[in-house]
């Protein structure tokens, strides 16, 4: 089973467009900042959290600490689940 930052890495290669491979998509890259996601994007990456981790996302929560690359998501996502 994959673990959360490779779903996320998969989810951003074949449904978000990007360009470049899953290779280039490290866990520290800041997604934001490198236009990765844009806020579109973010709200794409939000339904597909939900829905796939079956947690809440609350629009305070939003955020690039939460959000800004796949290791902080993946995080996010440990800690919604615990």
Do not use: C
């Not at 074949?14 to 996601?37: H, K, M, R, S």
């Amino acid at each position: 089973m994959q673990n959360v930052a490779d779903q996320v890495r998969r989810f951003i290669v074949d449904y978000l467009g990007w360009p470049g491979t899953a290779d280039e998509l490290t866990a520290d890259l800041p997604l934001i900042q490198a236009a990765v996601l844009d806020s579109l994007g973010i709200l794409t990456l939000v339904e597909f959290l939900e829905s796939n981790y079956g947690i809440a996302i609350e629009d305070g929560e939003i955020v690039p600490a939460h959000l800004g690359s796949l290791a902080s998501i993946e995080r996010y996502v440990n800690s919604k689940m615990s």
